[in-house]
């Protein structure tokens, strides 16, 4: 009993010692940790996406330090004279991620084009030929027309089934998503695309232009998602590309074997005709010879 009693005051007495150690130790520290000021950059007013900071659009602030990520920036000088990438609004703390040393440039998905492909806008003449205004900028969409040619016919060309969208623009010049959203912006009509914008191989563009005077363009959906997802189904049209051209380059091929048969054929027969003619006037001559 003695035993089982003592061990109960060692525990009782531990127990004790322990929330001594936590209370008056560990504690003050925690608090200590929480309460700890750190000085950061935070902004002051509203700065648009691709615009210039300045020193007057922000501020430092001391904040408590526990938790703060390690990508916000904390020193004005770093923020300074950097363009934003995104929308940043008051009250918000920069995020290297946020900002960027270069200006960005206007209608940025026309940068990346090296001679090999085209970029072309066809016109959305209906609110349903545009996919009720809901199409953005990465969709994989099929392009078809309605009431093309002299046949007044629906085609749906092979060599447009899988085609990326890069802009969608309103009848303002402005594409869709450079429009601000505020009160005032969902109070109003919104203002529906005019355009699609489309980034396509020569051939293809050749097709859209087609397809644009002689018919009405509609836009199908295809797949909205990752841009690894979407790479997938550029790649099979591309295949199906390629395909179309080395099946034109065989009939070609066929073609001219054809033409230079038909060649060497009319040849031989204007060879024996020749050859007629002449045996015919030696003939002729032989006679005249007797007579």
């Known amino acids: 009993m003695k035993k089982i009693i003592r061990n109960r005051t060692v525990l009782g007495i531990a127990s004790i010692v322990l929330s001594l150690i936590i209370c008056f130790g560990l504690t003050p520290l925690f608090n200590q940790a929480i309460s700890e ?31 703060l990520p390690d990508t916000i920036l904390r020193q004005e000088e770093n923020i300074i004279g950097n363009y934003a990438l995104t929308e940043l609004h008051t ?37 349903a030929a545009g996919l009720s205004g809901k199409l953005e900028p990465g ?42 959203i505020d009160q005032e912006a969902i109070e109003k009509d919104k203002e529906l695309p005019a355009t699609v914008t489309l980034k396509a ?58 033409n230079q048969e038909d060649e060497v054929q009319g040849t031989s027969q204007e060879d024996e005709v020749q050859g007629t003619s002449q045996e015919v006037g030696e003939q002729l001559e032989e006679d005249n010879d007797e007579e």
């Open 201 to 258: 191989t020569y051939d293809q563009a050749k097709l859209l232009a087609e397809m644009e005077a002689k018919g009405k363009i509609h836009v199908v959906f295809v797949y909205r998602g990752t841009e690894e997802n979407a790479a997938k189904f550029l790649d099979e049209q591309r295949l199906i590309l390629s395909e179309s051209i080395d099946e034109a380059q065989k009939d070609a091929n066929e073609l001219d074997v054809t």
């Open 139 to 180: 969709d994989i969409v099929t392009v078809m027309a309605s009431d093309f040619g002299d046949m007044r016919e629906t085609v749906s060309p092979e060599a447009l089934q899988y085609v990326e969208v890069l802009a969608v623009t309103a009848g303002t010049g402005l594409d869709t998503d450079e429009y601000e």
């Open 37 to 67: 000021k750190v000085a950061i950059a935070r902004i002051t007013e509203n700065i648009q996406k691709g615009e210039l900071i300045t020193s007057k659009m922000i501020e430092t602030v001391e904040i408590g330090g526990y938790n």
């Open 91 to 127: 009250g918000d703390y920069v995020l290297n991620s946020k900002i960027s040393s270069k200006p960005l440039a206007n209608y940025e998905y026309l940068t990346d084009f090296n001679g090999s492909e085209r970029a072309i806008s066809v016109s959305i003449k209906s609110f």
